[in-house]
């Protein structure tokens, strides 16, 4: 058979496959995908990649392998449905960055992720200061959940027909305990200016900060690196570590 009419045969093949295999798996859009979802989809992609153009070896080889891996993943998605712990394990659990406005950087730890990553993904929904958001939820698919403060969510000065004051995008000035200098010239500051209004948050050195950014308005939002937070709302299943210890001495 001439190689280019094999080629198209097996790439019609492989299509109709993967076409097959997704329809079943029941994804509607991309990102709504676990990180698990993901990997399925890029061996899934790998397999009728050969079968289209590796020649050499028996086109029903790549077919079978495509169709087995498709019947594992939907296995897989069907135990997960059926078996809370079991999705929990393939599929991962939400994760809280933001508590009551304060950054909870362990958590952002265990993630492998930044503040280039949350400030990217919070202004990817409009929202350009983190003191303005409440709480914010890393979720199983990569996407981030935020809930503004509830003086956030009141009735727009357009809703009131009044004239809103300018917004502009806040001024990061520390990262990581450490001060963003430029920052602090392009808004006419300097170090004496940032440490006395640090003093005024009873914060008294720099490396205790996570974060501070500087609004349109003048006001200075602050995160330490050990926020003090009595009560944590955690999404997941687990059991507290307090609880825990409880049933091992009641035990």
């Given at each position: ?37 993901f ?23 790549y ?127 300097d ?12 914060v ?19 995160d ?20 825990r ?7």
């Open positions: 058979m001439n190689p280019y009419v094999e080629i198209l045969l097996r790439s019609i093949g492989a299509f109709a496959l993967i076409l097959l295999v997704t329809r079943l798996l029941g994804k509607s859009q991309v990102n709504q995908l676990t990180v698990a979802d990997v399925n989809a890029i061996v899934i992609g790998a397999i009728a990649g050969s079968l289209v153009v590796e020649l050499n070896e028996s086109g029903y080889y077919a079978f392998g495509l169709v087995a891996f498709g019947l594992m993943t939907i296995v897989a998605e069907y135990i997960g449905l059926k078996y809370r712990p079991a999705r929990k394990l393939m599929e991962g659990e939400p994760t809280v960055i933001i508590h009551n406005g304060k950054i909870l950087e362990d958590n952002m730890k265990k993630l492998l992720y930044n503040m280039d990553n949350l400030t990217m993904q919070l202004r990817e929904q409009g929202v350009f200061n983190i003191a303005d958001v409440e709480f914010a939820v890393a979720e199983p698919n990569g996407s981030l959940s935020i809930l503004p403060k509830a003086d956030r969510l009141a009735a727009t000065v357009g809703d009131l027909n009044l004239q809103g004051n300018y917004q502009g995008i806040p001024s990061e000035l520390i990262q990581d305990g450490k001060i963003i200098e430029q920052n602090l010239i392009q808004n006419s500051l170090e004496e200016w940032l440490f006395r209004e640090l003093e005024k948050q009873g008294y050195a720099v490396s205790d900060v996570n974060f501070a950014s500087l609004d349109s308005g003048g006001n200075l939002y602050v330490l690196k050990k926020d003090q937070i009595d009560h944590l709302t955690d999404p997941t299943d687990k059991v507290p570590a307090q609880k210890r409880k049933n091992r001495m009641d035990g």
